[in-house]
């Protein structure tokens, strides 16, 4: 089984929903831009949002046992994939790729 690579690509906010529609909240999410994550493809790496982790780990299970190309060609490396957590007011976009490292 490869190990995948999780970065943190952009983060946005839609501050209008929020103020419509949520609730106040104190604390919300702790990834910055950049930041890497590994994981051996079964277990949420130390410090990973659960929510994220929950959208992202199909993708990093399917990559981790040699899989990929999903939905014929929409990446440009057919062993990676651009994965939004379902935050609909501060959704997070990460890279998932697989390495050439075993885990």
């Given at each position: 089984m490869?190990k995948?690579?999780?970065?943190v690509?952009?983060?946005?906010?839609?501050?209008?929903?929020?103020?419509?529609?949520?609730?106040?909240?104190?604390?919300?999410?702790?990834?910055t831009?950049?930041?890497?994550?590994?994981?051996?493809?079964?277990?949420?790496?130390?410090?990973f949002?659960?929510s994220?982790?929950?959208?992202?780990s199909?993708?990093?299970?399917?990559?981790?046992?040699?899989?990929?190309d999903?939905?014929d060609?929409?990446?440009?490396?057919?062993?990676?994939?651009?994965?939004?957590c379902?935050?609909g007011f501060?959704?997070?976009?990460?890279?998932?790729?697989?390495?050439?490292d075993?885990?």
């Amino acid at each position: 089984m490869k190990k995948c690579r999780i970065t943190v690509m952009r983060m946005a906010r839609y501050d209008d929903l929020s103020a419509k529609y949520e609730n106040p909240i104190e604390h919300t999410c702790d990834l910055t831009p950049g930041q890497v994550f590994i994981t051996n493809g079964w277990e949420r790496p130390d410090g990973f949002c659960k929510s994220a982790w929950r959208c992202l780990s199909p993708y990093v299970m399917t990559l981790a046992h040699g899989g990929g190309d999903f939905y014929d060609g929409w990446m440009k490396n057919p062993h990676s994939a651009m994965i939004s957590c379902d935050d609909g007011f501060r959704p997070v976009s990460f890279l998932v790729e697989a390495t050439e490292d075993d885990a």
